[in-house]
């Protein structure tokens, strides 16, 4: 594969947290293990200077800041929510519990359980994203998990009144002015005040990326998100316009979002790279998107479009956007990848706002071994057995004594001796010994 770089990146991609990240996250989590809502609350004080007497609003306190967001924004919420909701309950309905007989009298079976309690992060700082709330809280709603705890950050020290509006709608059971690490560490350890919860989900900033991390194994997680990631692949009919406008779309996430243009065509990856300096000279998060684009842009042309995908599988970027005149080639060609925008007519920002499917998928690579978050993520998938023919126990229990004793597991292979000798009578000399 012969690859031409028209622009590189200024830098490397960062492949994760710094040591000064986590440890400031470690000693955070430790203070809080041990001291519970006192710390919290410090926290809380010295990186969001935010002490209220309840970090947990009440009802009337949350239709209070319902009562605050436009009537407009109420509506688009709902309407976001709908679509999240409706694939959410369409992936739910493919999950299937079963139970096979592959045996006379032997009975397998799984049952898809949801998990009891879950924390839905939802970012604040820079962007309130309360579309967050509809893909974290909503999500787990739809798989049937009972009890959810939502946290998001004040920003500037005001109540993020949308934000609340959506992790009401999507259906929190307690939502917590609470962010960074301290939130984590409070929802994954429990407080006085903050109930333990058995899973969390959501994206944010490096510390909050990094405490999941640490705390991972005494809760579960959804996956670690790294800063956002485009790839476009476009051939040689993809309009430069278009592919400038959606590369910066997820470049003004922040100032190290990697934006990656694939394509066919030395003359539209030379327009779109003309297109987005023309269009961050007024664009109102220029500083971002430029500072990403400079940093972390790409522009590739490669010979063909199965090299594009080729290519694009490498990358396994977040968002991979497809610009060409048959899109839904990508379906087969492509393996690694968060998700997929199949043509013109759709974009990466529809998925993250509300077209509806999740936009908390895997960075940094990580789709080349993950999906993203989905009704799935939420559930157990947990097995049982049942045998219920007497033959059938006994046979069992012959082949488990066998397979025990060549791993030399011989408590094993008495669980399956005794089966053997109850209901075919086999003859064992520790039974007899022992039962004298």
Known sequence: MVVRHIKTAGLAANAGSSQKVSD??????????????????????????????????????????????????IADIKEAQKNVRTFAEAQRASIKDFEIEIQPGVFLGQRNNPISTAGAYIPGGRYPLLASAHMTILTAKVAGVKH?????????????????????????????????????????????????????????????????????????????????EILIVADEHADPFTVATDLLSQAEHGPDSPAILITTSEEVAQKTIKYIDRILKDMPTAELAGTSWRDYGEAVVVDNLDEAYELADVYSSEHVQILTQKPREALEKMRNYGALFLGEKTCVSYGDKCIGTNHVLPTRKAGKYTGG?????YLKTQTYQEVVDEKASGEIGRLCGRCSRAENFEGHARSGDLRAQLYLQDSYPWIDEAKR
Not at 34 to 48: I, W
Not at 373 to 377: A, E, M
């Open 373 to 377: 978050l989905w009704v799935g993520k």
């Open 24 to 73: 400031i996250v470690k000693g955070v989590i430790e203070d809080i293990r041990a001291n519970g809502d006192q710390a919290v609350r410090s926290y809380s004080e010295k990186f969001d200077k935010w002490s209220p007497s309840s970090f947990k609003l009440s009802e009337n306190q949350i239709q209070e800041c319902i009562s605050k967001v436009p009537e407009q924004t």
């Open 148 to 228: 959810v705890v939502a946290c998001t950050p004040p920003i500037s020290g005001q109540v993020p009144n949308a934000t609340v509006a959506a992790a009401h709608f999507a259906g929190a059971d307690e939502i917590f002015l609470l962010g960074g690490t301290q939130a984590i560490a409070a929802m994954a350890l429990g407080t006085e005040s903050i109930k333990k919860v058995d899973f969390i989900a959501g994206p944010g900033n490096p510390f909050v990326a990094e405490a999941k991390r640490q705390l991972f194994g005494e809760i579960g997680i959804d996956l670690l998100a790294g800063p956002t």
